[in-house]
């Protein structure tokens, strides 16, 4: 199941920020949750693999069998295994819609998906994984830009920067994927290498 409890605790128990709020709070409480949080027992090599795996779970909302499918995947890629894996969950279109700025949060951006708020390249998609490619333009749908939300976010877009790898059209309420994840450039701090690691032992 995808997580839905206090995004604050998870935060705090893998110290990773996945909002805004979550940074606010590890900046005054950077220790797990519970009586004994501030004494942290040093993890095991498979618990800090485990871990990394987590963090990128509930970063990019993704359940454990989907995630499973994305590694899978990212094993038969050329390439760095690590490095594809980011990439397949980088070109998400909930995650494509958190990073052109349509949205404060993934799980917002999820939402905005579901409830059929885009079209990708003039069709209308409402599925949050759906898998963009190099040259896909991402919009909001005519009939809902003039929802309240959209309209409360027109002046933010005009100065958001999204990533080179995208382009943001604010006037047009879209953008477009202009090439693969440069993954150097995403600022994660999920270590890719620990969940290959994790992986291989099973």
């Keep these: ?45 498979y618990g800090t693999q485990l871990r990394e795996k987590q963090k990128a779970k509930i970063s990019y909302g993704v359940m454990e069998r989907q995630f499973e499918i994305y590694f899978k995947h990212a094993l038969k890629q050329t390439g760095v295994t690590g490095d594809n894996l980011l990439k397949l969950l980088e070109t998400r279109l909930d995650n494509i819609v958190y990073r052109l700025g349509f949205a404060e949060t993934r799980a917002q951006a999820r939402q905005l998906v579901n409830h059929g708020f885009f079209e990708v390249n003039g069709k209308k998609v409402d599925i949050a994984s759906y898998q963009t490619k190099v040259g896909d333009t991402i919009a909001v749908r005519p009939a809902k830009q003039k929802k309240a939300y959209m309209e409360k976010i027109k002046d933010k877009l005009k100065n958001f920067q999204t ?11 879209s953008g477009k994927v202009l090439s693969s994840p440069v993954v150097d450039g995403l600022g994660s701090e999920i270590n890719t290498q620990l969940i290959v690691e994790h992986y291989s032992r099973t």
């Design 1 to 45: 199941m995808r997580y839905t409890g206090p995004k604050a605790k998870k935060a705090r128990r893998l110290g990773m920020a996945f909002t805004a709020k979550d940074a606010k709070i590890l900046q005054k409480r950077n220790f797990a949750p519970g009586v004994h949080g501030q004494n942290r027992v040093r993890m095991s090599e």
């Design 163 to 173: 990533l080179d790898w995208l382009s943001l059209n604010p006037a047009q309420f």
